[in-house]
């Protein structure tokens, strides 16, 4: 097997995803319901998949790892490192909210590839904002006019 693709081919596939479900969207009059879970796999890949780096402190203060690691909230492979994982389950239990977001900031701010994999993600989880208006105010519509038709 040939060694993985480039980190930054494959952070930068997810984005031409991103651009393809836009412009497809804009162009070719994709259902909402379509737009909607495309962007949500997006938001998941730049999430757990898109390759990063891991940032997780080292032993040595004020050094971090540099292994590579999967996605925004990823750490490499070390066991100590994947304890500092930012889950998200302290977001759920509303624990570490403030940790936790510095936290993730001092990430992006290290990593490059984090912080393409964060604007990834925001511009996915506002697209899919966007297109889930797009499903209700389509199912409005389709429930006003039901024999509407686009010919
Ligand atoms: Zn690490």
């Not at 971090?64 to 490499?76: D, K, Y």
């Not at 984090?114 to 697209?127: E, N, P, Q, R, Y």
């Amino acid at each position: 097997m040939r060694g993985a693709s480039k980190p930054g081919v494959i952070v930068l596939r997810g984005l031409v995803a991103l651009g393809a479900i836009i412009l497809a969207w804009y162009f070719l009059d994709l259902p909402p319901l379509l737009v909607l879970a495309a962007s949500i796999a997006t938001f998941f890949y730049f999430l757990w998949w898109s390759p990063t780096t891991c940032g997780a402190e080292n032993r040595t203060e004020g050094t971090f790892c540099r292994n590579n690691a999967t996605g925004l909230l990823g750490t490499c492979h070390l066991r100590a490192h994947a304890d500092q994982k930012l889950k998200l389950r302290y977001l759920a239990r509303g624990q570490l909210t403030r940790r936790w977001f510095a936290e993730l900031r001092r990430r992006i701010l290290r990593d490059s590839r984090k912080a393409v994999a964060a604007a990834g993600a925001s511009a996915t989880a506002l697209l899919a904002i966007i297109a889930l208006v797009g499903v209700v105010a389509g199912g409005a519509v389709a429930l006003s006019r039901p024999t509407a038709g686009r010919g």
